[in-house]
């Protein structure tokens, strides 16, 4: 309790240190605390701007508070640009731990000396993060040969500190949510909730590798990507082992050129990379910033991305799929009717909207930057402009969402680093089209069809007997005249004759739709 209640004061102490009561307790419509804003603020030099004080005031409190400004960058429709961005520039600079116990972490996780599970264990961490840190070693194996790997060791006693900051975040959120009716718009307590959920995500490592894992698997055949494989003898919840990656990290630009890569086109793969991820599999890797990213320049592997670090990972159901893909093609196609009529239809905003209204305010956000090359196009400007109008017509933003906009950003970053040229639009919106015909045509019938086939095998024999049991229970009944039993038999099969006929002219309704489709995109 004493150690809570110190924790406490220090943060306290750090908020006025940095100026923070300045930038939310003046908003507030309570005299007494206006006089207290005035008098902390005496002596302090504040010439900072307030999202760099908010950066610098996350950095004081520690990794968990870091970490928490960088779930929070994420929400832009919560804070003004100028903050979102200055905590996107929120990175782990962390101490790394002690090497003895790493070890100690990796003996208790296997029960077994670390000199009977590695050939070689590299005692100097090559990354340390707020979470875990990594260590390289080369790894027995059951055939005797050696492979080098990656050892990723959860930080000692994260738990209980994660328990006792998540704590104090929830009655700090309950404090500015009940002060002011801004601090009830920013939603605190479902922000941290929100982190709470990445954060305890994140401290279970066997999450992760199975991330990694299932993205190995996605990205398998196209040959855009490597991503690690996972031992699973050595994976824990505290320690995972992993192939050994090595590459040049997709910051180092001059490198990447010099080592003779096509930088250009490796900014149209991360495109790819990313509208894969998202529209194909509805599962994608949801932390690509640079940190997390290295280019190989093995002569097999030439100019593929190397993705790190699996944490965090999107997905998205098969409606927010086709919902997604439809906004961006009517985008894409200036249909801002369209957009606005999705917005609708999805529930988003409330049914009473008028199409014209919203689909004007659409347009006005969108249509000053398209024909544009990306470094005239800032993506976070227009995401903001686009929840500013939102919030005038009273959009309910989705959850699930959040994270495709903070990877959409990443990706925004990449390409603006690699090739500010690069059209965003332009490079996505084949990949789109064509994800739509897919949607829309007989394959994808035929593949619903394939899923369902198991079911549909064992309702088939039954439906004969079904039948004969249906029309047997029309004789019986003594109370019916003959007339009203033909009559139901002739409703039968006219039913019948309505789902044979109906099926066929379903079929040939979608290969009608699938050459309307291809002649409108082509």
């Not at 998202?278 to 932390?287: E, K, Y």
């Not at 689909?359 to 398209?370: G, H, K, M, Q, T």
């Not at 994808?444 to 229970?473: G, M, T």
Request: with cysteine; proline share 5%.
């Amino acid at each position: 309790m004493t150690r809570r209640l110190f924790r406490g004061v220090f943060i306290v102490w750090v908020m006025l240190r940095y100026g923070l009561d300045e930038l939310f307790l003046t908003s507030f419509q309570k005299p007494w605390l206006h006089a207290i804003a005035r008098i902390v603020s005496v002596g302090r030099k504040l010439d900072a701007p307030r999202g760099q004080r908010i950066r610098e005031a996350l950095e004081r409190l520690g990794p968990i508070f870091v970490k928490f400004g960088q779930v929070l960058s994420t929400r832009r429709d919560l804070m003004p640009l100028d903050i979102a961005d200055e905590l996107a520039r929120l990175q782990d600079r962390v101490p790394p731990f002690s090497s003895d116990v790493a070890i100690a972490s990796i003996e208790r996780a296997f029960n077994k000396k670390v000199e009977d599970i590695f050939v070689s264990f590299d005692r100097e961490p090559i990354a340390s993060a707020s979470i875990a840190q990594v260590h390289f070693a080369v790894l027995k194996n059951r055939t005797g040969e050696s492979r080098e790997v990656a050892v990723k060791v959860l930080r000692p006693g994260m738990l209980t500190a994660i328990e006792k900051d998540l704590s104090l975040m929830r009655m700090m959120a309950g404090w500015v949510e009940g002060l002011s009716d801004d601090g009830k718009r920013l939603k605190p307590r479902e922000v941290v909730a929100e982190f709470d959920k990445y954060l305890h995500d994140e401290l279970d490592l066997v999450r992760e590798a199975s991330s990694a894992a299932q993205l190995r698997r996605n990205m398998t055949g196209l040959d855009l990507v490597l991503i690690p494989e996972m031992f699973w003898d050595y994976c824990a919840t505290e320690v995972i082992v992993m192939e050994r990656m090595t590459g040049i990290p997709i910051s180092q630009v001059e490198r990447l050129r010099a080592a003779g890569v096509d930088i250009p086109k490796l900014a149209r793969d991360g495109v790819t990379i990313f509208f894969t991820q998202v529209f194909r599999d509805g599962f994608f890797h949801a932390d690509m910033h640079p940190g997390n990213i290295q280019v190989s320049v093995a002569p097999a592997t030439f100019g593929r991305y190397i993705s790190l670090d699996f944490g965090i990972v999107g997905t998205l159901t098969e409606t927010d799929k086709e919902y997604l893909a439809q906004n961006f093609t009517a985008f894409f196609r200036r249909d801002y009717k369209r957009v606005a009529e999705l917005h609708i239809e999805s529930g988003w905003v409330p049914a009473a909207t008028r199409v014209d209204e919203l689909e004007s305010a659409i347009r006005s956000v969108c249509e000053p930057y398209f024909d544009r090359p990306l470094k005239e196009i800032s993506l976070g400007l227009v995401l903001m402009r686009l929840f500013q109008t939102s919030r005038r017509f009273h959009v309910e933003i989705q959850p699930q969402l959040v994270l495709l906009q903070k990877t959409l950003l990443n990706i925004e970053g990449l390409g603006r680093q690699l090739d500010p040229d690069l059209d965003l639009w332009a490079t996505a919106k084949p990949f789109l089209e064509k994800w739509m015909i897919d949607q829309l045509g007989p394959k994808k019938l035929l593949d619903q069809l394939r899923n369902e086939a198991p079911r549909y095998a064992k309702l088939l024999p039954e439906l004969p007997r079904l039948l004969v049991d249906f029309l047997q229970r029309g004789q019986s009944g003594s109370d019916r005249a003959l007339g009203e039993l033909l009559a139901e038999q002739k409703r039968t099969n006219r039913l019948l004759q309505g789902l044979v006929y109906g099926g066929v002219g379903f079929v040939l309704g979608l290969v009608a739709m699938q050459l309307i489709v291809r002649v409108r995109v082509f």
